[in-house]
């Protein structure tokens, strides 16, 4: 059973509040679409028929921008849905609502990090492609926001004694790769970029999340009213060192739907050439030692 660690009904009534808002943070989202997006320009592959993931109102132009007309938004809220200017469905990254190889691109740029079953979700992401059809993802990666869990978890221990998770968990790199074999994908890989942030003041750090609908939604978190003065002692900490350094590490991930026409691993034995004979070198047999004296001793 998939473990729930997020509260995806909260998460879309933020996003419908934020939707108004978000073209406040348009910069970071669009910078982070930019390095995602730059990966088209590896392939000679096009695309004509491409879903976008959360996108907020700036990964669809960008993809129009890039010559591909037919573009789809795909959001939990209706609202951000609508922002991509096309196409806008409501819908939810678990269970998404196309036929199988409706599209030849699949786009989620800072999407995919609050959801429950990432595994299903990239299955059916997958399945959304058609034969050799594109896969690009980018999710906050392990330490987004560090500073700030650390200021709140240190305040929060000094006002009440105890903590309780005010930022979301992040994915590890390591994990990526494996979950996009896991799910299917052909040619998959996983590496991480970083986008440089800094603030001038806490509050701004936090506008920006609110504009973004990226408040905490784990269902561990604490619902009662904030210990007095958490935030004030947590946001002091915070501008202790200005402008604040808040750098937000980008987990990218690259997979295709599988196709004939794909490189493959070797068959194991179908080499028509030695490595011994490459190297140079004399070629032994499994368990048999080199070198004198390989007979044992008596």
């Known amino acids: 059973m998939t473990p729930l660690i997020f509260d995806r009904a909260l998460l879309r009534r933020r996003r419908d509040r934020a939707a108004a808002r978000v073209g406040d943070v348009a910069p970071v989202l669009e910078a982070a679409a930019d390095l995602l997006l730059d990966r088209l320009d590896d392939t000679t592959r096009r695309f004509t028929q491409a879903l976008e993931i959360g996108g907020r109102g700036v990964v669809a132009p960008m993809l129009r921008a890039r010559g591909i007309a037919d573009v ?78 650390e200021a709140l978890v240190v305040a929060e221990v000094a006002v009440s004694g105890g903590a309780s998770p005010r930022v979301s968990p992040f994915a590890e790199l ?58 004030a002692q947590a946001f002091a900490a915070l501008e202790a060192s200005l402008p604040m350094a808040m750098p937000l590490p980008l987990l990218m991930l690259t997979g295709w739907a599988p196709h004939d026409s794909q490189s493959r691993p070797a068959r194991p034995g179908s080499a028509n050439a030695r490595l011994a004979d490459a190297l140079g070198a004399e070629e032994h047999s499994a368990g048999e030692a080199a070198g004198p004296g390989r007979e044992g001793r008596g």
Not at 184 to 206: H, M, N, T, W
Request: cysteine-free; aromatic content about 4%; proline content about 6%.
């Open 174 to 231: 390591r994990d990526m790769a494996a979950l996009l074999q896991r799910a299917g994908f052909a040619l998959p890989v996983a590496d991480q970029q970083k986008l440089e942030l800094a603030y001038r003041s806490a509050l701004g750090l936090v506008a920006d999340l609110r504009a973004a609908g990226e408040q905490n939604t784990v269902l561990a978190r604490d619902g009662r009213i904030p210990p007095r003065g958490l935030f």
């Open 72 to 149: 789809v938004s795909l959001d939990l809220s209706p609202a951000m849905a609508a922002r991509g200017g096309g196409l806008a469905v409501a819908g939810d990254e678990e269970m998404l609502p196309f036929a199988e190889g409706a599209f030849d691109l699949v786009v989620a740029s800072l999407s995919l990090h609050m959801v429950n079953d990432l595994p299903g979700a990239l299955i059916q992401i997958r399945r959304a492609l058609r034969p050799d059809g594109l896969f690009l993802a980018s999710l906050p990666g392990l330490g987004s926001l560090q500073a700030l869990r």
